[in-house]
T-cell receptor
Framework: GENVEQHPSTLSVQEGDSAVIKCTYS??????FPWYKQELGKRPQLIID?????GEKKDQRIAVTLNKTAKHFSLHITETQPEDSAVYFC???????????FGSGTKLNVKP | DTEVTQTPKHLVMGMTNKKSLKCEQH?????MYWYKQKAKKPPELMFV???????INESVPSRFSPECPNSSLLNLHLHALQPEDSALYLC????????????FGSGTRLTVV
């Protein structure tokens, strides 16, 4: 199978600071790595994803990096805002296999 | 339409009741999923339907019974649930048997009393 570990479980930052969440995976066959943001009582929403043929991807204040050799990927949020406060989940999946392996989640708190 | 719609949004049921959760998408996606999510935990996969056939059952108790009447609809029939089954039930869909274009519904908050 696949095992995805996510750290830290909670993260508090001051508004305007950067936040970094890290995930590791075990199966080198995994090739797709999405990040989901889930606000309290709402659905998980895809915020950014990366495929294994790319090392980094950016979308405004959000970026994801992937190190295939070390089997880890990270979410970077710059200039954090209070509305970034939520639980973030990383996930991994394998080719032609419609199942995600989720990390345990990181609760991000951005203090105004 | 780029949404996955779930009904009802909230459901309270007794342990002897029979109820159903409904999920609908009109994006032409051919894979649909049921997840269970407990507070502060990641979603746990329950079932996957691919091209209207059950392709994954993650050893879910038989008191949960999925049904896929057509490519746009997914139901989850509930019978004789336990209080520990109280959770947020999420439906999702994707284009095919790969996870690209994965979209979650807004969920049904289920409480078993």
């Amino acid at each position: 199978g696949e095992n995805v570990e996510q750290h830290p479980s909670t993260l508090s930052v001051q508004e305007g600071d950067s936040a970094v969440i890290k995930c590791t995976y075990s199966d080198s066959a995994s090739n797709y790595f999405p990040w989901y943001k889930q606000e309290l009582g709402k659905r998980p929403q895809l915020i950014i994803d990366i495929r294994s043929n790319v090392g980094e991807k950016k979308d405004q204040r959000i970026a994801v990096t992937l190190n295939k050799t070390a089997k880890h990927f990270s979410l970077h949020i710059t200039e954090t805002q209070p509305e970034d406060s939520a639980v973030y989940f990383c996930a991994a999946s394998k080719p032609n296999f419609n199942k995600f392996y989720f990390g345990s989640g990181t609760k991000l708190n951005v203090k105004p | 339409d780029t949404e996955v719609t779930q009904t009802p949004k909230h459901l309270v049921m007794g342990m002897t009741n029979k109820k159903s959760l409904k999920c609908e998408q009109h994006m032409g996606h051919r894979a649909m999923y049921w997840y269970k999510q407990k507070a502060k935990k990641p979603p746990e996969l329950m079932f996957v339907y691919s091209y209207e056939k059950l392709s994954i059952n993650e050893s879910v108790p038989s008191r949960f019974s999925p049904e896929c009447p057509n490519s746009s609809l997914l139901n989850l029939h509930l019978h004789a649930l336990q209080p520990e089954d109280s959770a947020l039930y999420l439906c999702a869909s994707s284009q095919d048997n790969r996870v690209y274009g994965y979209t979650f519904g807004s969920g049904t908050r289920l409480t078993v009393v």
